[in-house]
């Protein structure tokens, strides 16, 4: 297929689906000008969606052939723009990495069993479905042999980052967090994702006068646990007691059991379960990229980038951002573990440092190390403290770790120590210990 063609098919990938009642018709109608916008004639953009997983699937009642080739006439009846003008802009968004893989032609059979746009009954007839001029074709055709390239002056046609979360998380992102055993990479991984699943700012604290980092909408998100699993569940009840939060109804996915990112079978039975229990995902938490990687060593290039394509292959499937937890390496100097093009091929990285331990506190600094698109963030600084569940059997005290904000040794203010925290974790100290609590 033309690059055009496939890019059209990701983006369908990608879009919400129109749904009756809930404005589906400008909805859809929007949908159909993308792809005029992106140089497809209106007989190929009819085609494309009416046989699209996005109608057939997703779209709720799907279109039929009738109803969606009057908005197509539309869309072409009254053009915002040229065809194909934003062709270059949008394509940088995509990376194409698959085979393409043919469209079925149902030209002639969309013409002979609903007589599209016969006669507009003034005499004239009314645009075909395929009404592009020779001309404009020509032109299609031609640009698909350019690189995307813009004029200092057309330099506002790129598109700008769209967050899920506002300079931590874009859309559509491959991101690595890393940082050394202990340092509370997964419970920071896991507050992110509870509070996208709530759709509040992520990282606020009120009594430090830090407002957080907005999620743009209630994410749907998936936690793959390969490390920590059992000790999720323990996790996500302490952090929703914190924060007085209701998890039930969260959109929030738990796998427990690793896939093997390597294996092709295991690759998609991953797919298809999130598929089957949470459909079209925001973004998917793999935890760690060692247990991802089994049978692959990622000290060799070659086998981290197997990881890495992998990894794009689940994003490209869900038109989601992903993130992995990683470890750093035995040089903490160098970074995260691995070959580097770990963190060459990915769009985000922080690294998560522990700054104190003990009771009382327990402190870590977030470093972004890579923002591909946007400026690096400032750095992040937040402090674990116990949220107590219950006691066992023998009378111990159990529960786990929650993170809040505080601000960082930058701003002169290490945070005053709590004294119900100082209290709470000398308690656990002489029954269980602190770190034993966590798991």
């Given at each position: 297929l033309p690059h055009n063609l496939l890019v059209a098919e990701q983006y369908l990938a990608h879009r919400e689906p129109a749904i009756e009642g809930s404005n589906g018709n400008n909805h859809t109608f929007e949908t159909i000008a993308f792809l005029r916008d992106f140089?497809?004639?209106?007989?190929?953009?009819?085609?494309?969606?009416?046989?699209?997983?996005?109608?057939?699937?997703?779209?709720?009642?799907?279109?039929?052939?009738?109803?969606?080739?009057?908005?197509?006439?539309?869309?072409?009846?009254?053009?915002?723009?040229?065809?194909?003008?934003?062709r270059s802009a949008l394509s940088r968004i995509f990376t194409l990495t698959d085979d393409p893989v043919?469209?079925?032609?149902?030209?002639?059979?969309t013409k002979k069993e609903h007589g599209i746009f016969e006669a507009s009954g003034q005499g004239d007839a009314a645009p075909t479905v395929g009404d592009n001029t020779p001309q404009q074709e020509q032109q299609v055709q031609a640009d698909d042999d350019l690189f995307p390239a813009y004029l200092v002056g057309e330099l506002d046609q790129i598109p700008d980052p769209v967050w899920l979360i506002q300079d931590v998380l874009p859309e559509v992102s491959l991101g690595m967090t890393y940082g050394e055993t202990g340092s509370l990479k997964t419970f920071l991984e896991l507050d992110k994702a509870l509070w996208g699943a709530v759709g509040k700012p992520w990282a606020a604290n009120d009594a430090h006068d830090l407002e957080g980092f907005k999620v743009t909408r209630k994410l749907r998100t998936v936690i793959v646990a390969g490390e920590g699993a059992r000790g999720l569940k323990r996790r996500i009840a302490a952090w929703a007691k914190r924060h007085g939060i209701k998890t039930d109804d969260l959109p929030v996915l738990v796998i427990p059991v690793m896939p093997r990112f390597a294996n092709d079978g295991d690759l998609k039975k991953?797919?298809?379960?999130?598929?089957?229990?949470?459909?079209?995902?925001?973004?998917?938490?793999?935890d760690?990229?060692?247990?991802?990687?089994?049978?692959?060593?990622?000290?060799?290039?070659?086998?981290?980038?197997?990881?890495?394509?992998?990894?794009?292959?689940?994003?490209?499937?869900?038109?989601?951002?992903?993130?992995?937890?990683?470890?750093?390496?035995?040089?903490?100097?160098?970074?995260?573990?691995?070959?580097?093009?770990?963190?060459?091929?990915?769009?985000?990285?922080?690294?998560?440092?522990?700054?104190?331990k003990g009771i009382g506190r327990r402190k870590i600094k977030i470093i972004n190390r890579k923002m591909k698109d946007a400026e690096l963030r400032e750095t992040i600084s937040m402090e674990a403290y116990p949220e107590t569940l219950g006691t066992d059997e023998d009378g111990r005290k159990f529960g786990s770790l929650v993170l809040r904000r505080c601000h960082g040794p930058k701003n002169g203010k290490n945070g005053e120590d709590d004294p119900r925290l100082t209290a709470a974790l000398k308690i656990i100290a002489d029954t269980k210990g602190e770190d034993e609590l966590v798991y």
């Open positions: 140089g497809l004639s209106a007989q190929m953009a009819h085609e494309m969606i009416l046989f699209s997983p996005w109608n057939l699937k997703r779209c709720k009642p799907e279109w039929d052939a009738e109803e969606l080739a009057t908005l197509v006439h539309n869309v072409w009846e009254y053009p915002q723009n040229r065809p194909g003008c934003k043919p469209v079925e032609d149902y030209r002639e059979w991953l797919i298809r379960t999130i598929e089957r229990k949470l459909p079209n995902p925001d973004y998917i938490i793999v760690t990229a060692m247990w991802a990687a089994a049978g692959l060593n990622l000290n060799v290039p070659a086998d981290s980038q197997v990881l890495l394509s992998s990894f794009k292959q689940v994003m490209l499937a869900f038109g989601c951002s992903l993130i992995f937890v990683h470890h750093i390496g035995k040089d903490k100097k160098r970074g995260h573990l691995g070959a580097e093009n770990l963190i060459a091929g990915v769009d985000v990285s922080d690294c998560v440092e522990l700054e104190e």
